[in-house]
């Protein structure tokens, strides 16, 4: 039996004809009680399981999965990972998220294929160059590495992307920051599970929660297709599916489902080697190892939880990348999906008790939940084991609805939604 | 694209409607005081359901406000009632 992979491991496996691997993880049925219950096996729920075994010394915990592990927006997001965000708040939480996927791979004994190769966010007017000026200040006094290219040095990086004298946008430069990258999605939500199956985590699929117990105004358990489980605390890892939980459970949140949508196109000889995105088109895009083009732009403009693409922004992204890089105006698209993303009303996300007794929430991740799986994991798994929040996670609290600290992400760090 | 039913202008592009929010939702009576919770509450908290809804949207080209009942999972348009009195 090969456990630990590795270069040797493959190698024996390869001269026995690869009949010695056995699963990633277990397929345990539940156990009636556990100290924690995570609910949602996407990359979240996994990664805050693997926290809490790990960090906290937490190994009788259950992550119930209604369908198969990451196949929520774990599997539909455009895998992107940066932290090139305006205010303190929000670059310590990414930030972070970044720091841990850059050892995620070493410690999962897991190759996540965490690609560094950078990201460009282009600037097409002066106005918009001075305040990209603004946005690389604020990064690099948060402590993010950023820099501010010309537009040779842009033209230098990625000399696919439109640079003709009479472009409706043209570029004068742009924001970038080297640290930032792709992943492979799916390593990430199999790395993580194995890794908290390895530390004693029981991985339950095709378990749906259909009710949250409580007693005396406390959540003490679930109800689920696989029968009643009880837990000390219960954390909620559930984006897309936030509200229709709080329904059940009986709590609110400041949350609207939308549709996200991302495409990607057949292989291509490389193109490109960083991500680039242009905030004017509303598009941006990488190249993922297979060679195909992965391009995800803004929100859906109408509520929705239908996990499908339509028409409206498929033409608005897609024009967008044929204004970005003329040249691939005849690439054909292979798939197009969509995923149901929490949106909240200032485009942070929500950690922290849910208003009910013993059960906890990690959602409203918006349309950028993928980059910060270790860290929205890491601060939930603090709060579930301790009652408490990390310092990081303070201020994203629902409380700060009720007070007005907002941290409005939304219009500052030039996300198109 | 798909059509949605304005009641001034008839079926139109899903494009020309913007959002406003989730219907029914009632405003703090300002005569009393108001707690910071309860403001929050009305302000940003959501139902979000998935399923039927009942929502405001603003058919943008006319202006007209309006109310719609949509399934938020198949899309299908179930209904729309119109705010405006008739002959107004």
């Known amino acids: 039996m090969s456990k630990r992979y ?62 198969w592990l990451g196949g929520g927006n774990t599997g539909r997001n455009t895998t992107v990972i940066r932290s090139n965000y305006y205010y303190p708040a929000s670059t310590d939480l990414y930030d972070l998220s970044v720091r841990l996927y850059e050892t995620l791979s070493r410690q999962l004994n897991f190759n996540i294929m965490f690609s560094q190769r950078g990201m460009l966010v282009l600037a097409h007017s002066e106005p918009e160059m ?7 200040n604020a990064m690099q006094l948060n402590g993010a590495d950023a820099e501010l290219l010309s537009a040779d040095e842009v033209r230098k990086r990625a000399p696919l992307l439109n640079f003709a004298p009479d472009a409706r946008y043209p570029i004068h430069g742009a924001t970038w920051q080297g640290r930032a990258g792709t992943a492979r999605h799916d390593a990430v939500a199999w790395g993580l599970a194995r890794a908290a199956d390895r ?45 229709v939980l709080a329904n059940l459970a009986g709590y609110s949140l400041p949350i609207q489902s939308y549709a996200l949508q991302a495409f990607v196109t057949e292989p291509l000889k490389p193109v490109i080697d960083t991500v680039a995105f242009s905030p004017a088109c509303g598009t941006y895009f990488s190249q993922s190892d297979k060679g195909g083009l ?12 239908g996990q499908r693409g339509n028409m409206p922004m498929q033409e608005a992204v897609l024009g967008g990348l044929c204004e970005m890089a003329p040249m691939l105006a005849k690439v054909k698209l292979l798939r197009h999906w969509a995923g149901i993303v929490d949106v909240t009303p200032d485009s942070s996300p929500i950690i922290g008790p849910s208003g009910v007794d013993g059960l906890y929430v990690n959602c409203g991740w918006g349309t950028g939940g993928f980059k910060a799986i270790p860290a929205g994991g890491y601060l939930f798994a603090h709060l579930l084991a301790t009652g408490q929040h990390h310092e990081i996670s303070r201020l994203f609290d629902k409380g700060r609805f009720t007070t007005g600290h907002l941290i409005d992400e939304g219009a500052a760090s030039g996300i198109a939604h | 694209m798909q059509l949605f039913p304005c009641p001034f202008c008839g079926a139109r592009d899903e494009r020309e409607f913007h959002f406003m929010g989730e219907a029914g939702k009632t405003r703090p009576d300002t ?8 403001w929050a509450a009305y302000l940003y908290d959501q139902r979000n359901d998935k399923g039927r809804v009942r929502e405001v949207w603003m058919h943008l080209p006319c202006r007209e406000v309006f109310g719609m009942q949509r399934d938020s999972v198949t899309m299908q348009v179930l209904g729309t009632t119109a705010f405006r009195k008739a002959g107004a």
């Open chain 2, 31 to 38: 005569q009393q005081p108001v707690s910071d919770a309860d």
């Open chain 1, 199 to 243: 530390l004693g985590v029981d991985i339950i699929q095709n378990c749906e929660v259909t009710d949250v117990i409580t007693e005396a105004g406390r959540a003490v358990g679930v109800a689920t297709t696989k029968g009643e489980i009880r837990a000390d605390r219960i954390g909620a890892a559930v984006a897309g599916h936030s509200s």
């Open chain 1, 294 to 305: 992965v391009i995800g732009g803004g929100l859906d403009r109408v509520p929705s939880y």
């Open chain 1, 6 to 67: 590795s270069a040797l491991s493959l190698l024996r496996e390869g001269l026995h004809g690869h009949r010695g691997w056995a699963p990633a993880w277990r397929t345990p049925d539940p156990k009636p009680r556990y100290d924690v219950i995570v609910i949602g096996g996407g990359g979240h729920g996994l990664a805050t399981a693997y926290y809490l075994a790990k960090n906290h010394g937490l190994k009788n915990v259950a992550v119930l999965e209604k369908g």
């Open chain 1, 130 to 136: 001075e305040l990209a000026a603004r946005q690389v």
